[in-house]
Structure formats: structure tokens, C-alpha cells
């Protein structure tokens, strides 16, 4: 009887030293829901976006975030400016270099357009313009979007790049919107763009990377006529 005594006895005393260090590490030591300040925005393979302050961090470097209407007509761009390009609840970053060059559009998922519910013209646009960025008064470049109306996106300067009007219309560029359509859109864009020299704003190469339907997808083409561009090449 002594020994079931004090077996209980010690139990208890466990089970009152135990409660004591739980009390303790709730009263002393409470759960923090401050935001530390640098908030993850989203990810694409393995490359981390980071938001801070009106700043946001993609590829190591640093981009001041503003805001531009999606109709904006004007073609000039800031330095090193992150731009959501996404029209409504979208979000579409498109990012500058230290030229104002546009170099990267990515987007988490492309949610196509709605015509139920979204307000377009007769032509499926959200807007009747667009960004009139230097170049496109050319009659051979199209004013084009990196993405387009019917993938979600604005067309203000940081959407839009001089691209060749064969290859948006018929070309490499319509044939990858028509997937990403019939696929009912798509995850993990990337769209990286290049140029010949820091003066222009005529890109000289394109490149995009995304998830459709589970697969990996990369399409690559330059800023060129395509039916020219095989021409060419037959006659070789």
C-alpha cells in the first residue's frame, strides 16, 4: 500500500511540475503575429519573390513597385519598376532593367479572360489602345502584349514591346497564346525578354517558360518575320 502511495504521489507531482512549464511557456512566451516585414509573394521554380516596403526582390535584384493604369498609352517606362500587369484580381509582375527596357512578365497562374463577367470591346479587349512604347509606330511591329488580352493582360507600356507583326499575329507568339487558351490557362509563366543593345526597345528575342496541363513548356523565337525567317531558310 506504502509503495502504490507513493508512486501516486510522485505522478502527481509530474503531472503539476509538466501543467507549471506548459503555463510558463504560454505566459512567457506567446506566439508572435508580427510580420517581420519581408513577405514571400509567390514562387517560380526556385526563383523566390520577395516584397518590401514598396520594393520587390526577383533574381537577386531589387525593383521599386508603382502603379500604372492598365489603358496607359504612354511607351516611356521607369528604371528598375515592378508593374502588375494582371487586369482585375490578376496578378501579372512585369519587371525593367536599369534601361527601362522590359525584361521579365511572370505570372503565378494565367487566368483567362472572362467575357461574361469582364467588361471588353467588340474585339475581345479590355481596352481600345494600347502603350504606344518606341518602335511600334513601325508598320512591321505589331504593339504587343508579353500577355495577352485574352490571358489577362493590361496594356500599358510595361505589357507591351514592339513585336514583329507577323510573328503575333500568325507567328510562334499567337501559336503559344492558343495553347495556353485551349489549355484553360496555365501555371509558373515566365517570359524573359532581350535585346540587341541598351538604347532600343525593339526586343531582338524571346523567351518563355510555364506549366501546361502538368508538362514543362518552354518556347523560344526571335523578334522577326517567321515566314520570312523560313524562306530563307529553304533557300540554303
Not at 502538368?214 to 531558310?233: C, L, R, T, W, Y
Request: hydrophobic share 35%.
Amino acid at each position: 500500500m506504502r509503495e502504490k502511495k507513493t508512486l501516486k504521489k510522485k505522478s502527481i507531482k509530474v503531472f503539476i511540475l509538466l501543467l507549471l512549464v506548459l503555463i510558463d511557456s504560454i505566459v512567457f512566451n506567446p506566439v508572435s503575429n508580427q510580420s517581420t516585414g519581408t513577405d514571400s509573394v509567390q514562387a517560380f521554380n526556385n526563383i523566390k519573390i520577395q516584397s518590401n516596403k514598396g520594393s520587390i526582390k526577383y533574381n537577386g535584384v531589387t525593383y521599386k513597385i508603382i502603379e500604372v493604369d492598365g489603358g496607359d498609352l504612354s511607351g516611356k517606362r521607369q528604371l528598375k519598376a515592378a508593374v502588375d500587369v494582371g487586369y482585375g484580381d490578376r496578378t501579372y509582375w512585369a519587371f525593367t532593367n536599369g534601361y527601362g527596357q522590359l525584361i521579365n512578365v511572370i505570372a503565378d497562374k494565367i487566368i483567362l479572360q472572362d467575357e461574361s463577367k469582364e467588361p471588353v470591346n467588340t474585339a475581345g479587349r479590355y481596352f481600345d489602345d494600347e502603350a504606344k512604347v518606341p518602335g511600334t509606330e513601325r508598320k512591321d511591329l505589331d504593339e504587343g502584349h508579353v500577355i495577352a488580352d485574352s490571358l489577362g493582360g493590361v496594356a500599358n507600356a510595361y505589357n507591351i514591346t514592339p513585336q514583329n507583326r507577323i510573328l503575333n499575329r500568325h507567328g510562334n507568339q499567337a501559336y503559344m497564346e492558343k495553347g495556353i487558351r485551349a489549355a484553360g490557362g496555365c501555371k509558373r509563366f515566365v517570359a524573359t525578354i532581350t535585346y540587341p543593345n541598351t538604347t532600343t526597345q525593339i526586343p531582338s528575342h524571346y523567351h518563355f517558360e510555364y506549366i501546361l496541363n502538368g508538362k514543362n513548356v518552354i518556347n523560344d523565337f526571335d523578334n522577326i518575320n517567321p515566314d520570312e525567317a523560313n524562306s530563307a531558310m529553304q533557300r540554303q
